[in-house]
């Protein structure tokens, strides 16, 4: 068997060919990319995210084509919250000496097949040496049309509360994993922990959700990255306002009831406090945008008391409120 | 005196509110920034570096202010050399818990500072945890009307070959502090050294150099950052041509040569293999732009050796060629 070539002896210009082999675009090995031209009333959106290893991903967990599925899910998930729809992305990675090329390349190859069904490339990027491995994703995206992008400020009294994915499937599957201890001992057979384990590992994003909801005039917007109650309370402290959550809603479906069952955890924490979903979430005074569901609704907050919960499930503080703290 | 507070104990949102308050921008805030609207022919230009602390950067040499100008510099400089005008930053920060918030709030003023000659602003980013200091920075710009943008393989047998800035001074900025072992040894009243030192740790770009030449029709453009020799191959390589660099057009100048007098170091290593100083460097078959002086000429290559250089001096090899290798 030969032996695996580390990046250290691949050098900077192996490195950078095989990713751009593994992630190909005609855009790419210039000082800087130039995207193709937009419309002419269309505006660029820009967000960017850190993963540091063992951190905000394992490889004892999820393989290097599903961080990179991952890193862009996350990404693409914040320019699909302002309405937009991704169209490009920068890697940069710092990396160990002693890292397989092989991991690289997966890494990219995963980014390329998460980016593909939005026509979205990888256009550029930067390699380093560093202790840990750290990623540094950059999605670029457009917004047409002189619509407003979906902001978190937005939301107002009487808005309809929205969902357009699953709640906690993330959470659920780390905690599978962790019950577990590793991933080859989730048992093979049960199709559901198998799911929701590969939600935590590579989540999927179904395409065009955030444009649809900005043209079906959505007020506001974010994704389930942090948790449901820290997520939907940075739109209620943004837009002033209290959002009341269903709970017959939001309830853990038969997925996670039967994976409480299995782990022994309470299911709502992972409806709640989960985040890593990158579900979109927000308000709506308009028709329901399709694949959308209703799961509140945006009510007043009281401002006589400072301690007032930004959200509350049928009227009641929630159980657990903690969302997840990237420091 | 106050206890210095560190990362860790200002937490993710304590970090956010430093740094969105040294470099402020309407456009920050939510989960992705939407820029500004462009002219109906422009297109969008994009780039990313990645920075390590004590392989990018020293705090040892460099203020945390003058780093964030140096990534900003850098960044910029990728953004020029493709013709375009640079509008907006996004800023990824990878942190120990024990480094105090004061140097990231250092770094995100040198950013704001570097930024705002060109009317670009720091508009999103992200702060993790981890081992080292990694620096994430992220660049956008704009390339207005049809005209095509400055790429590496625009250079024609017969061009001229064109700079707008210092080269080598970085490199001899290094080295000078590297000689003397510290900042603080490195003689106050040597205006000289101390404007090579403060080259290599805060490099400033002029305003609209990319911009300016693409508007003059240069015909190839990079930037100064691995070395003369290794900046200009790239050109040459993907050109098909052969570099010609004229000896007195490139020759060290006083400042160089008062530098190398105080080191003993050669000052044309800092000349051709020096890098960083981030001077566009490029071709042209029309007009010298404004604030460029020519360096040389583009001849052919010769095919019938593959070990011909891609870049010669007054006809030959250069004595000094190893660039800068990130890995």
């Given at each position: 068997m030969e032996r695996t070539r580390t990046v250290a002896e691949a050098g900077e210009a192996g490195i950078i060919a095989a990713i751009r082999s593994a992630a190909p675009?005609?855009?790419?090995?210039?000082?800087?990319?130039?995207?193709?031209?937009?419309?002419?009333?269309?505006?660029?959106?820009?967000?960017?995210?850190?993963?540091?290893?063992?951190?905000?991903?394992?490889?004892?967990?999820?393989?290097?084509?599903?961080?990179?599925?991952?890193?862009v899910s996350q990404n693409f998930a914040d320019i699909q919250a302002m309405g937009a729809r991704p169209t490009a992305l920068l890697l940069g990675i710092a990396t160990p000496g002693d890292i397989a090329l092989e991991t690289i390349t997966e890494l990219a190859?995963?980014?390329?097949?998460?980016?593909?069904?939005?026509?979205?490339?990888?256009?550029g990027g930067d390699v380093v040496k560093s202790k840990d491995l750290v990623l540094s994703l950059t999605a670029l995206g457009e917004l047409g049309g002189p619509a407003p992008a979906l902001t978190l400020d937005g939301a107002g009294v009487g808005h309809r509360v929205?969902?357009?994915?699953?709640?906690?499937?993330?959470?659920?599957?780390?905690?599978?994993?962790q019950h577990f201890g590793s991933r080859r001992a989730v048992p093979q057979?049960?199709?559901?922990?198998?799911?929701?384990?590969?939600?935590?590992?590579?989540p999927r994003l179904a395409v065009g959700r955030g444009t649809t909801a900005r043209a079906a005039g959505a007020s506001s917007m974010t994704d389930n990255s942090d948790g449901l109650v820290t997520d939907l309370s940075a739109i209620a402290e943004r837009s002033g306002v209290r959002i009341d959550l269903d709970r017959v809603a939001i309830a853990p479906d038969e997925r996670l009831l039967h994976a409480a069952e299995r782990t022994g955890?309470?299911?709502?924490?992972?409806?709640?406090?989960?985040?890593?979903?990158?579900?979109?979430?927000?308000?709506?005074?308009?028709?329901?945008?399709?694949a959308y569901?209703?799961?509140?609704?945006?009510r007043s907050l009281d401002n006589e008391d400072v301690n007032a919960p930004f959200v509350t499930i049928d009227g009641v503080r929630p159980t657990y409120t903690s969302g997840w703290e990237s420091l």
């Amino acid at each position: 068997m030969e032996r695996t070539r580390t990046v250290a002896e691949a050098g900077e210009a192996g490195i950078i060919a095989a990713i751009r082999s593994a992630a190909p675009s005609s855009l790419n090995g210039d000082d800087a990319a130039v995207l193709e031209a937009t419309a002419s009333n269309s505006r660029q959106v820009c967000t960017t995210d850190i993963l540091v290893q063992d951190r905000h991903f394992s490889f004892d967990y999820s393989t290097p084509f599903e961080v990179g599925v991952k890193a862009v899910s996350q990404n693409f998930a914040d320019i699909q919250a302002m309405g937009a729809r991704p169209t490009a992305l920068l890697l940069g990675i710092a990396t160990p000496g002693d890292i397989a090329l092989e991991t690289i390349t997966e890494l990219a190859r995963g980014i390329n097949d998460a980016a593909m069904p939005w026509g979205a490339e990888l256009v550029g990027g930067d390699v380093v040496k560093s202790k840990d491995l750290v990623l540094s994703l950059t999605a670029l995206g457009e917004l047409g049309g002189p619509a407003p992008a979906l902001t978190l400020d937005g939301a107002g009294v009487g808005h309809r509360v929205i969902a357009s994915g699953p709640i906690g499937y993330s959470a659920a599957g780390l905690d599978i994993l962790q019950h577990f201890g590793s991933r080859r001992a989730v048992p093979q057979d049960d199709e559901i922990l198998q799911e929701l384990v590969s939600w935590h590992c590579a989540p999927r994003l179904a395409v065009g959700r955030g444009t649809t909801a900005r043209a079906a005039g959505a007020s506001s917007m974010t994704d389930n990255s942090d948790g449901l109650v820290t997520d939907l309370s940075a739109i209620a402290e943004r837009s002033g306002v209290r959002i009341d959550l269903d709970r017959v809603a939001i309830a853990p479906d038969e997925r996670l009831l039967h994976a409480a069952e299995r782990t022994g955890i309470d299911p709502w924490k992972w409806v709640l406090t989960g985040g890593e979903d990158h579900t979109l979430i927000g308000t709506t005074d308009a028709r329901l945008p399709s694949a959308y569901r209703p799961i509140g609704t945006v009510r007043s907050l009281d401002n006589e008391d400072v301690n007032a919960p930004f959200v509350t499930i049928d009227g009641v503080r929630p159980t657990y409120t903690s969302g997840w703290e990237s420091l």
